[in-house]
């Protein structure tokens, strides 16, 4: 019996702290403006602060997939992917105690029905104001549930000497 009521226990207060990420993180996933503003948000920090991962991973679907490209010396591009938790995993054993500070440049949105798609320029600082040490786009698909909106991936790649952010990715000019 005593295993039964340590089970109800653990149950009750994973459902407890679920229901309070979900108040707490509530208006992060109210609007596609507060979505991709929580991402870049909750990302980036100084080095002596750790990242709020609940809220991290709270923006995502529960199959949601984070996948890196980069093209590597033969010219073959290459990716592999994350969920949110391997992400979260990566980042604290390979940037853990690193600034890391994402700005977004420029964004692009189109939506229809229940999906979203945002094609997001972002800049890279390793300082809050410091200087820009790359640049990318972030490709980002959006669904939005019964009360709110999920990521449901984010597919990027950073600038390179051979490709450049076209300037229509940069500023509102054509």
């Known amino acids: 019996m005593n295993?039964?009521?340590?089970?109800?226990?653990?149950?009750?207060?994973?459902?407890?702290?679920?229901a309070n990420f979900a108040q707490e993180y509530d208006e992060d996933v109210k609007s596609i403006e507060s979505i991709m503003s929580a991402l870049t948000d909750v990302i980036s920090g100084p080095a002596?602060?750790?990242?709020?991962?609940?809220?991290?991973e709270y923006l995502f679907?529960?199959?949601?997939?984070?996948?890196?490209?980069?093209k590597?010396?033969?010219?073959?591009?290459?990716?592999?992917?994350?969920?949110p938790q391997e992400?979260?995993?990566?980042?604290?054993?390979?940037?853990?105690?690193?600034?890391?500070?994402?700005?977004?440049?420029?964004?692009?949105?189109?939506?229809?029905?229940?999906?979203a798609h945002c094609f997001s320029t972002y800049a890279v600082r390793t300082s809050e104001n410091g200087p820009i040490?790359?640049?990318?786009?972030?490709?980002?698909?959006?669904?939005?549930?019964?009360?709110?909106?999920?990521?449901?991936?984010v597919f990027w790649s950073n600038e390179s000497d051979d490709e450049k952010i076209p300037r229509e990715y940069l500023t509102n000019e054509k």
């Open 3 to 18: 295993n039964i009521k340590r089970l109800l226990v653990l149950i009750l207060t994973i459902s407890s702290s679920q």
């Open 48 to 56: 002596d602060r750790e990242r709020d991962w609940n809220r991290f």
């Open 61 to 70: 679907s529960e199959d949601a997939k984070l996948i890196p490209t980069q």
């Open 72 to 83: 590597i010396e033969s010219g073959e591009v290459t990716y592999h992917y994350w969920t």
């Open 87 to 115: 992400y979260v995993e990566m980042y604290q054993k390979n940037r853990g105690g690193t600034a890391f500070y994402e700005q977004e440049l420029h964004r692009i949105t189109e939506s229809f029905g229940n999906i």
């Open 133 to 153: 040490e790359r640049r990318g786009i972030n490709s980002i698909q959006l669904l939005r549930g019964k009360d709110r909106w999920y990521i449901i991936s």
